[in-house]
């Protein structure tokens, strides 16, 4: 099967429950961000700038568990922010899965391994030896973190196991160099693929999530599905990049960028998911065939943002994901106060403006599910490719070359250090050593560091 015969079945009844009861709307995913608080800075992405005022709040535990009662999603799908920042997320993600959800958690990858040795170290014995020395051969771990977990985890706090009803949901955006540009930090592509490997090596469930932009390139979205899936990731999710308000704003502000030069129009979204349909077969991409066909410009669908609703520390977000009109103390509330009618894009008409170039995941991905803009055949495409046999890895992903920054020496600070280099090491930028001092974050989507770094050097170079 191409996903785990339970988790179709709970997401199937569900459908099936409330369109026999004739439900107007409900809950499919629920986007929980218990913080926005985030290690990275990733271009395009709009949650920190949104929130800045409160990225120093969290939303208590036993409110997190509430709202998932309270929307009654199948699947819950921690976001934010970073989740594994969140002090409470093993607490989180147990009492989720006592609740019976199907668990993501969206994650940068940066603090995966740590989470994962935690794991071993509260189930060590000594059965678990020749794992240690797998992870400690293929250096997925040190010897350091192998004494930590030989010595155990008495703190009695729950840990993030392995199971079916929870997937790692890892953030990557292409190959090395793309994705580390992307996320604004040299190095977080190669940590990504260490985690995952690792976490495929004790049993989780990993998936990839995916954001497409005008950029992107997409033989190299294709490369990165056949070395992911070479890897052993259970499956993608993989979106447009949409231009919603808080984006477009850090993008002009921040970076001095034009937002269209970034973000995709409709168009330009049909343009680069034209072989959609062929990753569809190829690799086991998670969602509906019928938003598969939505992307390539096949059908129209009528956006549903009502079947994933978000909550995070300011309440019940409305009125989807990307775009905020207000916040709701309750998720019926929610459901009863907004006139959904005013949002979306119908018969290739906007309601609102800001809909315009919207094709993403979170808002038309549920419409292929729930039927609308019903077409005949369209419940069977969905059962036929949800239930319908996994493809293959791909054979020869080692061949891939994923690699493509940094750690071949063509990170986005190369010519910065190159130039240091030329220098003797004794330019203006660099210690006594010669290391370049590059702050927090290599590169982003404009070059000003690395071009202000380079002038610098230079000029001390030419000085002496």
Known sequence: ??????????????????????????????????????????????????????????????????????????????????????????????????????????????????KMVDYLAATYSPALEPKLGELLNLRLITDKQAETIRKGKTDGRPVITPTQWMYWNVHVDGLEYTHDLIVEREGVFKECVEAIKMAKLLGFQVATNTTVYRETDVQEIEDMFKFFSWLGVDGHTISPGYDYDAAKKDMVKRLGKKPEDFFLTRQMTIAKFAKIQEWGKAFTIFGTPVYQEFLAGKRDLTCTAWAIPTYNVKGWKAPCYLMTDGHYAGYQEMLDKVDWNKYGVVNGVARDPRCENCMVHCGYDPSGALGTNYQRGDNWKNFAYNFGARPKPFANGHRIQAFTGVSIGKGHLAEAKAVLQAAGGKGGGANGNGHVHTGSFCGSGDSSERDALVAKVRTGSQAQ
């Open 1 to 114: 099967m191409r996903f785990p015969l339970a988790l179709s079945v709970k997401i199937a009844r569900r459908i099936i429950k409330h369109k026999l009861r004739k439900t107007p709307r409900f809950a499919m995913v629920l986007q929980l961000e218990p913080l926005h608080t985030c290690n990275l800075t990733c271009t395009g992405c709009g949650r920190i700038r949104e929130y800045s005022t409160s990225l120093k709040d969290m939303v208590p535990l036993e409110q997190c568990l509430a709202a998932a009662t309270e929307c009654d999603a199948p699947m819950v799908s921690i976001c934010g922010g970073e989740p594994l920042i969140y002090p409470k997320i093993e607490e989180l993600v147990h009492g989720l899965l006592q609740q019976g959800r199907i668990v993501y958690v969206c994650t940068n990858g940066v603090f995966m391994r740590k």
